[in-house]
């Protein structure tokens, strides 16, 4: 097993994304504690299993390091000494060695120098890390200048200031629905079943794809690994490339303060950026917090000149060691402004820091209360001057009343105006997964996160909803205007750590369209279970009815395979588009449920930018629809699903 005695807390932030990446547990090692809630249980367990193996393997690798030797064979006796242990094995988030090979000798030296690996390499000379950079990768860099760029566009096709259809920000509108209306669409309901593969390209050095993207003046723009790509929406052909000090973990979000139109995005750092949409040149960098463990995970939201930034962490992973003093981090949004950056208003979800010290259950010390993370982009009601912000649980005893709940703050000031909270007492993290549970909560679970943003849809008579969806499996709405009075309440799965609603449904005006992700491992182990998760339900906007479903594409025979629809939906008239960590990327009719067009996306791809590219999960964003075509990211592996690394656009008229 792992040596444990490399401190979490000390380890500098770019590290932060790559722990997530681990050593395998012995057999057996699952909690079986029958205090805990029996819903969702076994799905916590298995997820929390899977990310435990993620997780600590960088102790592994930092004893593994540590062992080279002064006088090993260059590249191949380096890499058996010092990095086999981990990178031979099969877990989630740990990139073997033939994906290592993928990857240009320039990015693994950097990796190991100043990126996510900086911690384990320490141990290794400036020689050893040379040559094991050397032996493992490819000659050939990158390349992110104009000139060095694969498949460069031409001067013809500069990207314009306006005037093409656009997709802008998460949810396609500041009020979060994911429609995309049929004059920006240029897609019809029945010309969807003819959608053809127009262009594909590769984006090097990646495995995971999950920063949607945003379309604007004929351009596509778009974070892979930490490279920032802009794309001539029509060919694929490359505008240009910028790349940023972390991985890009948010989607693209585009907005025009003072007439210049400006990219938004955050990292796997914390950091949140502003980019020249038309040239890649940076405007301004953010950090969004103080506290280590701090991510931008939901798209930023730009509106009248300011931004809104979610703040979220991997706190709750951290956890997981017993030396680990949890927790402390509270989640957050920021407003800035968006010219320059500067800080408007942050306002957390916890109201005091963690400075409360109490023993739980099990003797151990920790801090609290914590958490209330936001995962997932704010909504703006400009009717009543307010943002809707939905949070996860609290990582720490105390839970508050500000957990699983949805936030509205005013736009101006950022001062809570009122919440509602949809599961009192939800304090939970990974270490709960554990048998020791050192620093699990009292109330252990059972982690029913709101990952979906608001959604704020028009009702009849002058009425309105907001609509949120939830891990639970369970879909709310209530009204904004009575402070968050409920009015229905549907239930479309099972829910669990990985279940219910993750990234967010879609609604066209009449009905609400949930995927459901469920997705779930085979008993005792962390591989995914083929037959469980799944399922697209339509809901009416007026009652919550369930007005149809869709069955999940199978996985038939195919490995490292979940049925599992976890990635945001997104509809058009007439249309509504799921993709599935299968890879499958279907479209259904919004009116009955009809299956239209099925395209399975896992397989090799030759590309416009003649980079290796193969497709793999769907998941987190959502497909993105304008001027008559489909834009969709394949591939993600955070949990052994299928790696990828490929966007494709589709169109009736294809290549």
Not at 154 to 159: F, G, K, L, N, W
Not at 246 to 253: N, P, Q
Not at 591 to 609: C, E, M, Q, R, S
Not at 623 to 634: I, K, N, Q, Y
Request: hydrophobic share 40%.
């Amino acid at each position: 097993m792992c040596d444990d005695s490399i401190h979490l807390a000390g380890l500098p932030k770019p590290i932060f994304s790559s722990w997530l990446s681990k050593c395998v547990l012995p057999d057996g090692q699952v909690d079986s504690d029958p205090s805990h809630p029996p819903n969702g249980a076994q799905m916590r367990i298995a997820f929390s299993a899977a990310v435990l193996s993620s997780l600590l393997v960088f102790t592994c690798c930092g004893k593994a390091l540590a062992a080279a030797q002064d006088d090993a064979a260059p590249g191949a006796a380096v890499y058996a000494k010092s990095c086999s242990t981990c990178h031979d094995k099969t877990v989630p988030r740990m990139p073997p060695k033939a994906v290592l090979q993928q990857r240009t000798a320039a990015s693994i030296l950097k990796t190991l120098n100043t990126g996510v690996m900086k911690q384990e390499a320490s141990a290794l000379t400036s020689t050893e890390r040379n040559q094991v950079a050397q032996w493992l990768g490819r000659k050939t860099a990158l390349g992110l200048d104009k000139a060095t760029l694969a498949n460069p566009c031409s001067a013809a096709a500069a990207p314009s200031a306006s005037g093409s259809p656009a997709w802008t920000s998460w949810g396609g509108g500041i009020e979060n629905r994911r429609f995309q209306p049929a004059g920006a669409a240029s897609l019809a309901a029945a010309e969807a079943g003819r959608l053809k593969l127009k262009w594909a390209f590769g984006v090097p050095e990646v495995t995971a794809l999950r920063s949607q993207p945003a379309i604007y003046g004929g351009s596509i723009l778009f974070g892979g690994g930490s490279v920032l790509f802009s794309l001539d929406a029509a060919t694929g052909c490359t505008h240009w490339a910028t790349e940023l000090p972390a991985a890009v973990r948010s989607g693209v979000a585009i907005g025009s303060p003072a007439g210049k139109p400006l990219a938004f995005l955050g990292d796997g750092a914390g950091n949140v950026y502003a980019v020249d949409a038309a040239t890649g040149n940076p405007a301004w960098q953010v950090h969004a917090d103080v506290h280590p463990a701090a991510v931008v995970t939901g798209t930023p939201l730009y509106h009248d000149g300011r931004l809104y930034v979610p703040v979220s962490s991997i706190e709750e992973f951290l956890a997981m060691t017993p030396r680990y003093a949890c927790c402390t981090f509270r989640g957050s949004i920021l407003a800035l402004d968006a010219s320059s950056g500067k800080v408007l208003w942050q306002t957390y979800t916890v109201d005091r820091g963690a400075t409360e010290a109490r023993v739980n259950k099990l003797g151990t010390p920790s801090k609290g209360p914590s958490g209330a993370a936001i995962w997932s982009t704010p909504t703006i009601d400009t009717a009543a001057h307010l943002l809707y912000a939905a949070t996860g649980d609290n990582y720490s005893d105390p839970a508050t009343d500000s957990s699983d709940a949805v936030l509205a703050l005013a736009l101006d000031t950022g001062k809570i105006e009122w919440s509602r909270q949809f599961r009192a007492g939800d304090a939970f993290n990974v270490s709960c997964a554990l048998p020791m549970a050192k620093n699990c909560p009292d109330a252990a679970g059972p982690d029913f996160d709101f990952g979906s943003s608001p959604m704020l849809l028009p009702l009849a008579g002058g009425k309105r909803a907001l609509i949120l969806a939830q891990k639970s499996g369970a879909v709310y709405a209530i009204d904004p205007d009575e402070r968050g009075k409920p009015l229905w309440q549907a239930q479309v799965g099972q829910g669990g750590a990985l279940g219910g609603v993750e990234w967010g449904p879609a609604s066209d005006g009449e009905r609400v369209y949930a995927a459901v992700s469920d997705e779930a491992f085979l008993p005792m182990s962390i591989v995914l279970d083929p037959a469980k998760g799944g399922g697209l339900f339509a809901l009416s906007l007026k009652t919550g009815e369930i007005v149809w479903s869709a069955p999940p594409s199978p996985c038939a025979t195919r490995v490292r395979c979940s049925p599992a629809q976890t990635a945001a939906v997104t509809a058009i008239p007439g249309v509504v588009f799921s993709g599935s960590l299968n890879g499958h990327i279907r479209a259904f009719a919004g009116v009955d449920g009809k299956l239209l067009w099925d395209y399975d996306t896992a397989h090799d791809f030759k590309t416009v930018n003649g980079v290796a590219a193969h497709g793999g999960s769907i998941s987190v964003a959502g497909p993105v629809v304008a001027g008559g075509t489909v834009f969709v990211l394949s591939g993600y592996d955070s949990f052994g699903e299928t790696p990828g690394n490929v966007l494709l656009a589709f169109s009736v008229d294809g290549n």
